[in-house]
């Protein structure tokens, strides 16, 4: 491999740079050129493992300020922080923080070092995962925090400081664990029952209640962009809107959901929404123009709490012993309409998903009934 330096000279200057005991005219480059050299030399000898773009990186000084998991989090934390992706960048700190609990419990309780990529193999894994089930988390919640830490590894393999052959995921290595997938849609009987469940007008029941079925009848809309919606996406017949959790992530293949409008959205809009100054103006008085990004993913998780605080009362005086959030609502759609004949393909298009294996997911199932339809007269040939 050749590498340029900042200095240009004739055949005769370079030999006489680069003899053993330069005249006084060449000194001068042949300090130069010893400075490339010992430079070179130090960008080596720093790499723990040598790879010709993690060399040039430091031979060129473009190298991160820590060339470590902390110090790959942290500039991807500061670049989501800047873009406004602060849920993102919220999820990325908490992966990171117990990546670091669990250095220092390995370390035995005494202040950790800095975590290496190389630290990290699959027995380290495990024992991260056996730690974070001791400490009462779920495998769902091991998922969720290493996943952040796989995408920093394929970061640090794309800008050469680590090979692939240090990678620690995969099939014969950790595999992540995927966590149990519970289904949480509730049934025609359940979903019947939540609706006809009587509160009292213009209480917090009422609007928790009211905000709930306003995801369940949007196509599951999650409550972000439900509080996202202006008054521009909204006409008669239907809304249109982008999904702010794949707007930054899809931004060449981004899919428009649209929701047909009904008598019962529309109700609801009036009921709870704001008045309409300009097409501009959110349809929804929780948040505004004049707050950032961290104020606004701070509402919207305040508005989300509510409304799942107040949704397990109204649940539970309608007989449901789940634990209803409005993330039911998005799953129950999707098990609603696939149960009313909507293909899986139809599905995963009102929801937005990129993929029908995600929309599977979300897909509780057949209800008892239907099955004991079906598989209750096997023997009867008639």
């Known amino acids: ?69 902390t110090g790959y989090y942290n500039s991807y934390i500061e670049e989501l922080e800047k873009d406004g992706r602060v849920g993102t960048a919220s999820s990325y700190s908490l ?24 630290a990290i193999d699959k027995d380290w894994l495990k024992g991260f995962e056996r730690w974070m089930v001791g400490e009462g988390k779920s ?24 090979t692939q052959e240090y990678y620690p995921f995969g099939k014969r290595k950790y595999q992540i664990p995927a966590g149990r997938n519970v289904k949480k849609a509730l049934s ?4 019947k029952k939540l609706y006809e469940q009587p509160v009292e007008e213009g209480s917090v029941q009422d609007k928790a209640k009211d905000f709930w079925f306003l995801s369940f009848l949007c196509n599951g809309m999650n409550m972000k962009d439900i509080l996202l919606l202006r008054y521009r996406d909204i006409s008669d017949d239907k809304i249109v809107f982008v999904r702010e959790k794949t707007r930054n992530t899809t931004r ?20 709870w ?66 149960r009313k004949g909507a293909s899986i393909e139809m599905a995963s298009c009102l929801l937005g998903h990129q993929s029908v294996a995600t929309t599977k997911s979300y ?6 009934d239907a099955v004991k339809k079906v598989t209750g007269n096997l023997l009867d040939f008639d």
């Open 252 to 271: 060449s293949n981004q899919k428009p959901i649209v929701v047909m409008m009904n008598d019962n959205i529309k109700a609801i809009i009036e009921k």
């Open 363 to 368: 897909w509780a199932g057949f209800e008892d």
């Open 1 to 69: 491999m050749l590498y340029p330096i900042d200095l240009d000279l004739t055949e005769k200057e370079f030999k006489g740079a680069t003899a053993n005991n330069p005249r006084k005219a060449f000194l001068e480059y042949h300090e130069i050129l010893e400075g490339v050299k010992e430079k070179a030399k130090a960008a080596r000898d720093s790499l723990t493992i040598f790879t010709f773009e993690a060399f040039e990186r430091k031979l060129y000084d473009t190298a991160p300020p820590k060339e470590d998991v």
């Open 95 to 118: 992966s990171l923080r117990s990546l670091l609990g669990y250095h220092t419990y390995r370390a035995g309780r005494r202040k950790q070092g800095e975590l290496g990529f190389l």
């Open 273 to 338: 929404g704001q008045k309409k100054v300009s097409k501009s103006t959110f349809v929804f008085p929780v948040l505004d123009d004049e707050m950032d990004a961290k104020e606004m993913q701070k509402q919207t998780q305040n508005f989300t709490r509510f409304v799942n605080q107040h949704m397990k009362t109204v649940a539970k005086e309608a007989g449901i012993t789940e634990d209803i959030t409005t993330y039911w609502a998005r799953h129950t759609f999707t098990t609603t309409i696939m």
């Open 139 to 162: 495998l769902t919640t091991v998922g969720i925090y290493l996943r952040p830490l796989r995408a920093m590894f394929n970061q640090a393999i794309a800008d050469g400081l680590i």
């Open 188 to 191: 025609k009987g359940e979903l």
